[in-house]
């Protein structure tokens, strides 16, 4: 079975900080899919990146940098010099691949980030 | 209109009511979701549709009844409800999951339900 772990509750931050929000993962699969949401206030959750377990490279996005690393299985997202805008549910998920249920998305409990101005 | 929506936005009923939730998606995807995301719960997949077809039901009671007319739309109707399924219920489409790839899923602005 798949599961997803996100350790930190709340986080709070003053408005340039990093921070560092933690995705722990299980799963018996060795193809598999990693993913992060954001959840505004609105609800709606909003996609940031995919990756697929065969590829460990970090990846950057302007303030948003993911580290992947399959040793620790562990999947955590930094965003730097936070804004007040990045104040927002954020969610881990996985997906396992290959036979059966491909597309059902495993959620993490979310960490709840408040960037302070 | 663009992406995926969802209506209505809120939605507040009676035990005995029935009333149903809509997601339409604009991106051209085969495989449509409904998610329920209570307080303090992690989200929960309800359904899954596949060009039109069931293909999950993760043991949702019956007063919860998808209908998938065409690939577009979905609609979740909602009938003698309790009150502990007041949530935020989420809608989501993939292009098509074949087996081995996880195709990513993009959500609709939710109805937010609260069941009196």
């Known amino acids: 079975a798949q599961k997803v772990t996100q350790a930190q509750t709340e986080i709070s931050v003053v408005e340039k900080e990093d921070v560092t929000l933690d995705c722990v993962y299980e799963t018996r699969d060795t193809t598999y899919y990693l993913f992060w949401y954001k959840q505004p206030p609105s609800g709606e959750l909003v996609f940031l990146i995919r990756r697929n377990s065969f590829d460990e490279q970090n990846e950057i996005s302007g303030r948003y940098s993911w580290n992947f690393q399959k040793s620790t299985s562990s999947f955590n997202f930094t965003i730097t010099a936070s804004q007040v805008v990045d104040s927002a549910v954020y969610f881990c998920a996985l997906s396992e691949g290959g036979s059966g249920s491909a597309r059902q998305l495993t959620f993490g409990s979310g960490t709840q980030l408040t960037v302070l101005p | 209109e663009t992406g995926v929506t969802q209506t209505p936005r809120h939605l507040v009923m009676g035990m005995t009511n029935k009333k149903s939730l809509k997601c339409e998606q604009h991106?051209?995807?085969?495989?449509m979701y409904w998610y329920k995301q209570s307080a303090k719960k992690p989200l929960e997949l309800m359904f899954v549709?596949?060009?039109?077809?069931?293909?999950e039901n993760n043991s949702v009671p019956s007063r919860f009844s998808p209908e998938c007319p065409n690939s577009s739309h979905l609609f979740l109707h909602l009938h003698t409800l309790q009150p502990e399924d007041s949530a935020l219920y989420l809608c989501?489409?993939?292009?098509?999951?074949?087996?081995?790839?996880?195709?990513?899923?993009?959500f609709g602005p939710g109805t937010r339900l609260t069941v009196l």
């Open positions: 991106l051209g995807h085969n495989a």
């Open positions: 549709y596949n060009f039109k077809e069931q293909t």
């Open positions: 989501a489409s993939s292009q098509d999951g074949l087996a081995g790839v996880s195709d990513t899923q993009y």
